[in-house]
């Protein structure tokens, strides 16, 4: 079992800066491939970014290739989410999820924990 509990949203101006985090409880974190996916108002659930279990290997959907970061630190049983050059449209509820897996995957199915979710509002 792993519970995960997302922080770092809010309210920011376009072209700011956010740094989200997630915070997972048990001991088998590093075990665990780490993803962040975001579902805005009446869209669909969509991958962001993922990370492999170790922090070697990274995956970004377009949208986000170039101004958003995923890091994690296995020590601090966190995963990040650096947010730069926001984008009116990257408003959404922003979700952790984990899966005990060994490549990133992109389909929110494969996952098998989830946080609760927290906001990130971007505002033109």
């Known amino acids: 079992q792993v519970q995960l509990v997302e922080s770092g949203g809010g309210l920011v101006q376009a072209g700011g800066s956010l740094r989200l985090s997630c915070a997972a409880s048990?001991?088998?974190?590093?075990?665990?491939?780490m993803a962040w996916f975001r579902q805005a108002p009446g869209k669909e659930r969509e991958f962001v970014g993922g990370i492999s279990r170790g922090g070697g290997n990274t995956r970004y959907a377009d949208s986000v290739k170039g101004r958003f970061t995923i890091s994690r630190d296995n020590t601090k049983n966190t995963v990040y989410l650096q947010m730069n050059s926001l984008k009116p449209e990257d408003t959404a509820v922003y979700y952790c999820?984990?899966?005990?897996?060994?490549?990133?995957?992109?389909?929110?199915?494969?996952?098998?924990?989830w946080g609760q979710g927290t906001q990130v509002t971007v505002s033109s």
């Open positions: 048990g001991r088998t974190f590093s075990s665990y491939v």
């Open positions: 999820a984990a899966d005990f897996a060994i490549v990133v995957l992109t389909t929110g199915d494969e996952y098998d924990y």
